[in-house]
């Protein structure tokens, strides 16, 4: 079942937080953010993403490509872009989804892509 996360990624755009929730398993859904933080329990992550997401003035979301490795784990590339400040702002992430049994989500992991140094990625 690999449409739930493109499912996930359809719904996060539009704001739409049932149809989020409805891609995630009920039970053992754990978050793990870039900056190492954690959020358990699928009531927790929709909230998360509400609150986050409606706070940022002109979000979108930008999926470049979504790579299924197998039934159970797939990897997204997209960015999220918004205003902050006034200011356009934009953040390339991978995002690694498992489905559980079911084919629901059940983990999500989120790396943000960051501009290195030029000359250090020559080397």
């Known amino acids: 079942m690999t449409g739930v996360v ?3 990624l359809e719904c996060l ?6 149809g989020v929730a409805a891609t995630i398993a009920d039970d053992g859904l754990t978050r793990e953010g870039p900056f190492c933080d954690v959020i358990e329990g699928k009531a927790h992550y929709v909230a998360y993403l509400r ?7 002109g979000h979108e979301l930008r999926v470049q490509r979504v790579s299924h490795v197998n039934d159970r784990l797939s990897f997204v590339e997209l960015t999220e872009a918004f205003v902050i ?3 356009p702002a934009r953040w390339p992430e991978c995002i690694l989804f498992e489905r559980n049994d079911d ?15 030029e000359s250090a990625a020559a080397t």
């Open 6 to 8: 493109e499912r996930y």
């Open 13 to 18: 755009a539009a704001h739409d937080w049932a």
């Open 51 to 57: 609150k986050v997401l409606t706070n940022f003035e």
């Open 85 to 87: 400040d006034g200011a």
């Open 103 to 117: 084919g629901l989500i059940s983990r999500v992991s989120v790396f943000f892509k960051q501009p290195g140094n």
